[in-house]
């Protein structure tokens, strides 16, 4: 099925925006904190023509279901199900100051949904470069992804960070997307894997996500909460040097730890972007490895799934390995010789059979383009 067989007629474009993985810096983003995310090659395709003032009409290949919805509907709650995030993007446009116009949107993608690598800032970014586009809309790259956040904050209703809609809009092939969360500005990082004989595996946990919205909310609220109480406007804002004062001047214990994970895990993101800066791949390993000690000891955000998955991996030789995403489930980086990769996918699968977890899916990440025109 493509756009001829739903709509009929030929669409005027084709507009494409990935998935992603989180190299490092987990729940940093709405800390005004940093990430380094990079593209995946699993993307969502829209393809798109312009229609009716007023109406959009999105067909999604993965549910079969056309959608409608007219500017009467641009009110966070009317349209609810997928075609919300797709009406998100009309109405965050419309937030901003821009009338999208009408048209539709014929939908396919290859990027897992909620497995953590970001399926919804995927469709998002894609069906807003096809707006903008389309209506020939002067928006600055800059500003897409915090319109693309404000719609699934806002109109979807998820309390999401800059990351996910950043790293599909703005990253690059081949490198990282070194992303500072307060000021937005950008550094693209030279990230060629296999040009160092490396590659990362990622090995989908295929946890079932377990009371994410929930934990995601209540995680923001703690850094909030610490913020508040020690008097700083972001946990960004706690210098390393001055972590033990201020834990110190927490009076409690779940705070102290949710503060401790960002601050030492914005450290992280700033030591691996050095030495990816000079040429030591291999060498940010121990990096993702203790940040992923840290989601889990004290951010508490993994499950068994990923914890097993990750110990699995260092045990059969990988340099480094960490749950990418918000958590409570989702997918495992792992940093491995090429060579070794197909030991290390299978001595995951092998810890997975023997606790019978349901088997993890695997695939090899290259850092892949951001959102752009076919
Ligand atoms: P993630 O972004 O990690 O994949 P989310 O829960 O944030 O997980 O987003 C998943 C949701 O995004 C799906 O449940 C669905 O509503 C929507 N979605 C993403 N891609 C598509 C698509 N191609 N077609 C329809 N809905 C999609
Ligand atoms: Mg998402």
Sequence with gaps: MSFGDIFGGVPEGTWVAPGRVNLIGEHTDYNDGFVLPFAIPQRTEVAAARGEDGVWEAWSALTGETIRFTVDDLTPGAVEGWGAYVASVVWALRERGYEAPGARLAITSDVPLGAGLSSSASLESAVLGALIDLGGLDVPVEER??????????????????????????????????????????????????????????????APHQLVDGEYAARRASCEAAASALGVPALRDVPLDGLDDALARLDDEVLRRRTRHIVTEDDRVLRTVELLRAGDVRGIGPLMTASHASMRDDFEITVEQVDVAVAAALEAGAYGARMTGGGFGGCVLALVETSAADEVRGAVEKAYAARSFTPPTTFTATAAPGAHRL
Excluded: K, T, W
Aim: hydrophobic residues 45%; aromatic residues 4%; proline residues 5%.
């Design 145 to 206: 992804p915090a319109i693309a956040q404000l719609g699934e904050n806002r109109y979807v209703g998820m309390p999401s960070g800059i990351l996910d809609q950043s790293a599909s809009i703005r990253c690059r092939e081949g490198h990282a997307l070194f992303l500072d969360c307060r000021s937005l500005e950008v550094e693209h990082i030279p990230f060629d894997l296999a040009a160092a004989g490396l590659a990362i595996l990622v090995i989908n946990s295929n």
